[in-house]
């Protein structure tokens, strides 16, 4: 960790103090710990001399110096604080001398007795292992009122729910009049039954019988992405355009990547990312997705994404890899700062070409008029301008040509970087 430059593990509910060994790496520029429940002294050596205070709000026990808005930490005797750690010791050794033999008695009886608990199956999800009934989803629902209507798409219909318990959920309710409403519920089901990360939406649990079938969800606060981009009650800044796609862009990667089977969302766009409270974006709508076997690199399929998106082996030949899921981020990549969709465009020119055409040197004809103005800081606008050229690299013709995931969230968490140096 020592080459170790950038480093964000803030909205984590951590709690534990912050090793002092840290001020051994020298290259962090960037250590973001907010929204924590972090404790103790904050380290002064090294890298944190030149750490914002912004970095470490929101973790109400942290102390230290002045500078970074934390009160100074107590004072106490070297000689006081051994004692105290001996007597916890002590204490701990005790508790085990205790502990170990009522433990290895209470073992020996339930195994006596042939009680042991059967273990559930580790490959099971939550999906599988809990249900709710058709009757408690209407109740937290209101019946499946309009009221509650969230979203719809082409299998389904999303509406929020309220549990007895207070808990605010999301429950997609798949249209069931169309064979690919029944083939959608199970493609999700299968698809995200082991996946696990902070940039997916999380499946809290299913309902399924003959008649009726929906996913429990957990509820995004915010909306979709789309919402937020072209609503005028909304405006994003370059910074969290670029959060919310590193976001993304850190969810592919871990379905490209970091999972045991290679899953392709193949439907990536704005409204399929939702926001949380925090502005936190999270990947959903896997109505359509593949998983590859270890064998596999890609397959063919005749399902068909959201035109403007579809990368082009994938609309001709229905040719599916994760490529395609690669060209979709480019194309959405250059709409989150261009603020115009991929199909808008009359005759043969597209965003992508639109775009092409006007970097590096006419930036300003394609971003968002209301992101940047011609006043604004020039470090600022060379950003964009990369940030649309990692986004061209993303989209090219050919799949061969393409940027990987890994390679995409590198660099635009070095962009990151550059923007705070702004």
């Known amino acids: 960790m020592i080459g170790l430059e950038f480093l964000d593990l803030s909205h984590n509910n951590i709690s534990v103090n912050i090793p002092k060994s840290l001020e051994k790496l ?174 997916l939406v999380k499946v809290i649990t299913s309902c399924s019988n003959l008649d009726f079938k929906a996913l429990v969800l957990e509820h995004m606060s915010n909306g979709s992405l789309e919402k937020h981009l072209y609503s005028h009650n909304y405006f994003l800044d370059i910074r969290q355009r670029l959060s919310i796609m590193i976001d993304v862009a850190c969810a592919l990667e871990y379905l490209h990547h970091g999972c045991s089977s290679t899953v392709i969302h193949c439907d990536l766009k704005p409204s399929n990312v939702l926001l949380d409270e925090d502005m936190v974006a999270h990947l959903s709508d896997f109505g359509i997705s593949k998983l590859l076997g270890e064998d596999q690199c890609d397959f063919y399929t005749k399902t068909l994404a959201t035109l403007g998106y579809i990368a082009p082996e994938y609309g001709l030949d229905g040719l599916v890899s994760t490529k395609c899921d690669v060209y979709s981020y480019g194309i959405m990549l250059l709409e989150m700062f261009t603020r115009r969709k991929p199909n808008e465009f009359d005759g043969d020119l597209n965003l992508k070409q639109c775009a092409s055409y006007s970097l590096p040197e006419a930036v300003m004809d394609i971003v968002d008029v209301n992101l940047v103005t011609p006043q604004d800081n020039q470090k600022e606008l060379d950003v964009v301008a990369s940030i649309m050229k990692v986004a061209l690299d993303c989209c090219a ?14 660099m635009l968490q070095k962009m990151k970087i550059q923007l705070l140096a702004c």
């Not at 050794?93 to 073992?107: D, E, K, M, N, R």
Request: proline share 4%.
């Open 26 to 199: 020298q290259n962090l520029k960037y250590f973001n710990i907010s929204v924590n429940k972090l404790y103790g002294e904050i380290p002064s050596g090294g890298p944190f001399r030149n750490l914002s205070s912004q970095f470490f709000i929101y973790n109400e026990e942290l102390c230290g110096s002045s500078r970074f808005s934390v009160p100074p930490c107590p004072t106490s005797s070297k000689h006081k604080s051994d004692r105290k750690k001996l007597l916890v010791l002590f204490l701990l050794l005790g508790l085990a001398l205790l502990f170990v033999p009522i433990s290895f008695v209470f073992v020996w009886i339930r195994y006596r007795r042939g009680k042991s608990v059967p273990q559930q199956d580790d490959s099971l999800s939550t999906i599988t292992r809990e249900r709710i009934s058709y009757h408690g989803l209407l109740q937290a629902t209101d019946e499946l009122s309009e009221s509650n209507l969230i979203g719809s798409g082409s299998f389904g219909t999303v509406y929020k729910g309220v549990l007895r318990s207070g808990a605010v959920i999301a429950v997609k309710v798949f249209s069931l009049q169309l064979d690919a409403g029944f083939k959608s519920f199970d493609t999700e089901c299968e698809v995200l039954r082991n996946l696990r990360h902070r940039n």
């Open 397 to 410: 013709e050919s799949p061969a040509r393409r940027t990987n995931m890994k390679d995409v969230v590198g």
